[in-house]
């Protein structure tokens, strides 16, 4: 639409042959190429027309009758000069009556048959329209109309020298037609190769535009089609819009924009999905797909949502806007929301207060569930604002594209889920959360870089759980498990973002304190002891009171190797475990005489 727009436009400053050259264009291909067939029509018709007309002209020249009228004349002269020269009366009388009759078929036109020998004659005359040899035909018969023994010898010369006249007159007259006829001959040459090259010009114009109109785009199209099917890299046919010699709005037009927009659905498709791909976490590709809603699509409001199933809860991942209002309800009971729990699009617009859950009022809403492995793994919520409403039928007419890009987005998002549940099942303790030595181990290589690199200094805390094992033997392990994950979160919930926790080993924790001043690690140690005794624990078997030991080492005040340091601090706790437990050692040089760690 917006291309054609943009043509309508230009086409205004056009001179006003390219502008009628663009309106005969932009009309429907039936149209034009019926214009094409009937001014060809039209052509075609008017050179038959013309060389009819020259046909018949001809033929009128050709029957004009003055050989008939000819040996009309001649058979007239012989018939009076047998009359009055023969002795008997009746024979006399019969040459008069036959030269009469074929005198008046002459002036007033007709057909007659006359005899000379054995040879018959039809002799075919149209009515005089010549004055002059009228009144020479008329004063002949009037003569012969006579009585014939009154007639006079002069007068009988008399009306031969009219005959012969009249003959005269005739071979002027037949001249003059086979002059005329050989010049309308030679038009008619002339005609015909004029008429001729015309007919091949039509024809040749004919057969242009119906090539320019159609076959060549349909040619065209035909091979982009071929070159993007046989295609070894498509992203970079995709890249290129379908090539054509004109941009018209009729048939051809239309089909070979939808055939662009196919190339560039694809390829927007294919980038999108390869997009994903290369993003590195899950957040990008929430984000991304929130960007796909807003930018590709046109929705303002919408939030994604992402769905644990063994939990039946739902997380909102991405919202537009960021103070977009969601049901709490359908996050903590996943079930709740109807689009989850039938796995089908729910759409207000089909059914009136088809969910309870949706909370907007003045608004409509479209919820799309992205199913998985016959599970509902996300639910996208688009919510039409009252104002936007009339936007539905443009919404309805994107649903399918929309579907689409979600069901490519979809296998991208299990696959990165997946690959994050790997991730934190490699580097993270699943009873408490926190970080396992592997995690730790590396990292330390860069941790410990930067702090040298910034001149700061690094914090290691090692912890141990007080009498552990009695929890475990009197309460079973169950309520010991309850009590390292109740430790672990007093610990990462007591230390800065930017600090790490882990979970080193059975009861033992490992906490490092990145960019703090020197003799501050062993103030963070003491608080952490004191909160985790203040903490009452819940748990199957009751209340129960825990402490904890803490071995303190900085690096690289202590030793400039970090794995020296981690060494310093499990001493440091050993040391606090034999001065009686809950407590905070600082390592001392006196505490490790050992040169191997």
Request: aromatic share 10%.
């Amino acid at each position: 639409m917006e291309s054609q727009k943009r043509r309508q436009k230009n086409s205004r400053k056009q001179p006003l042959w390219k502008k009628l050259y663009f309106a005969f264009n932009n009309l429907s291909l039936f149209v034009k190429v019926g214009l094409v067939m009937a001014l060809c029509g039209v052509i075609i018709f008017l050179i038959i027309f013309v060389l009819f007309y020259q046909l018949t002209r001809i033929e009128n020249k050709l029957h004009a009758g003055y050989k008939d009228y000819l040996l009309a004349s001649f058979y007239v002269q012989e018939k009076i000069i047998k009359s009055y020269s023969s002795s008997s009366i009746l024979e006399k009388q019969l040459n008069l009556k036959e030269a009469k009759k074929i005198l008046n078929s002459m002036l007033k036109g007709g057909v007659i048959s006359i005899e000379e020998g054995n040879i018959k004659l039809l002799l075919h005359f149209s009515p005089l329209k010549n004055p002059e040899k009228i009144k020479i035909l008329k004063t002949i018969l009037e003569t012969l109309n006579k009585n014939p023994e009154k007639i006079k010898q002069v007068e009988i010369n008399k009306l031969l020298d009219n005959l012969q006249t009249f003959t005269y007159s005739l071979f002027q007259e037949e001249l003059s037609q086979r002059i005329y006829l050989q010049k309308l001959f030679y038009q008619t040459r002339l005609m015909e190769l004029f008429l001729g090259i015309v007919l091949a010009i039509v024809l040749l114009c004919g057969g242009l535009a119906f090539f320019l109109m159609v076959l060549s785009p349909l040619k065209k199209t035909t091979s982009r089609i071929h070159d993007i099917t046989y295609a070894k890299n498509l992203s970079l046919v995709q890249k290129e819009p379908l090539s054509v010699p004109f941009k018209f709005n009729d048939e051809i037009g239309k089909l070979v924009e939808e055939v662009n927009n196919l190339i560039k659905y694809f390829s927007e498709l294919g980038q999108f999905k390869r997009v994903l791909e290369e993003d590195e976490s899950l957040e990008d590709v929430y984000e991304r797909l929130g960007q796909l809603l807003k930018q590709r699509f046109g929705f303002s409001h919408f939030a994604i949502y992402a769905v644990s199933n063994s939990q039946n809860t739902m997380e909102v991942v991405y919202r537009s806007p960021e103070d977009l209002m969601v049901n709490q309800e359908i996050l903590v009971m996943a079930d709740l929301c109807r689009a989850k729990r039938t796995g089908k699009i729910v759409s207000s617009f089909e059914t009136k207060g088809i969910c309870k859950m949706f909370i907007h009022k003045n608004a409509e809403h479209i919820c799309i569930p992205l199913i998985t492995g016959g599970k509902v793994e996300g639910v996208i919520q688009l919510i039409i604002p009252q104002e936007n409403k009339e936007k539905i039928k443009e919404i309805e007419k994107n649903m399918p594209q929309l579907q689409a890009f979600l069901e490519e987005s979809i296998p991208v998002i299990e696959a990165k889920r997946y690959a994050n549940s790997l991730k934190q099942m490699a580097v993270k303790d699943p009873l408490t959360g926190l970080y396992n030595r592997r995690f730790v181990e590396q990292i330390l290589d860069n941790l410990t870089a930067g702090i040298l690199r910034r001149d700061t200094v690094l914090g290691v805390l090692m912890c141990d759980v007080d009498y552990f094992k009695k929890v475990n033997d009197k309460y079973g392990h169950d309520v010991g498990d309850e009590i390292l994950a109740g430790v672990a979160k007093v610990l990462k919930d007591n230390v800065r973002k930017a600090d790490i926790v882990a979970r080193f080993g059975g009861e033992e924790f490992l906490i490092l304190l990145v960019d703090i001043r020197k003799g501050e690690a062993e103030k963070v140690a003491e608080k952490l002891r004191k909160k985790v005794e203040e903490t009452n624990f819940e748990t199957k078997a009751g209340v129960i009171k825990k402490t904890i030991s803490i071995g303190v080492s900085e690096f690289p005040v202590d030793t400039k190797a970090i794995w020296q340091a981690i060494k310093f601090a499990d001493v440091a706790l050993y040391k606090a475990k034999e001065m009686g437990r809950n407590r905070v050692i600082r390592f001392k040089p006196e505490m490790w005489q050992e040169t191997k760690y």
